[in-house]
């Protein structure tokens, strides 16, 4: 592999910073796409008095998640019951507009 590369580039990408490196993360994954990891799991209400996830400790579900990872960090979402592919840029663009709507309300 780093043959092909060369050794110059190499060395250039080993300096980077790490913001640098995450821009070329995702030019690279603009090319290849990104790995995305989809499982099943039971989910958790959170209600305090829900006999399935308070009493038996199972939750609800199979749900399907995807798993993936996203300028160096690990991020897990909810897709539903039904199994559906997600575009991790939509996905990112709109946790970030939920993160900036409650950041607004205080
Ligand atoms: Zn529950």
């Given at each position: 592999m780093i043959e092909k590369i060369g050794k110059d580039l190499l060395d250039r990408i080993t300096k980077l910073d790490k913001f640098s490196l995450y821009e070329l993360d995702d030019y690279i994954h603009s090319l290849i796409g990104r790995r995305v990891t989809y499982i099943q799991r039971p989910s958790k209400c959170g209600?305090?008095?829900?006999?399935?996830?308070?009493?038996?400790?199972?939750?609800?579900?199979?749900?399907?998640?995807?798993?993936?990872?996203?300028?160096?960090?690990?991020?897990?979402?909810?897709?539903?019951?039904?199994?559906?592919?997600?575009?991790?840029?939509e996905v990112m663009k709109k946790k970030k507009e939920k993160k900036q709507k409650s950041k607004k309300r205080g």
């Open positions: 209600q305090p008095h829900c006999k399935k996830c308070r009493v038996e400790g199972i939750g609800h579900g199979l749900y399907w998640f995807a798993k993936f990872r996203h300028e160096g960090r690990q991020h897990m979402v909810y897709i539903g019951k039904a199994k559906r592919e997600i575009n991790i840029m």
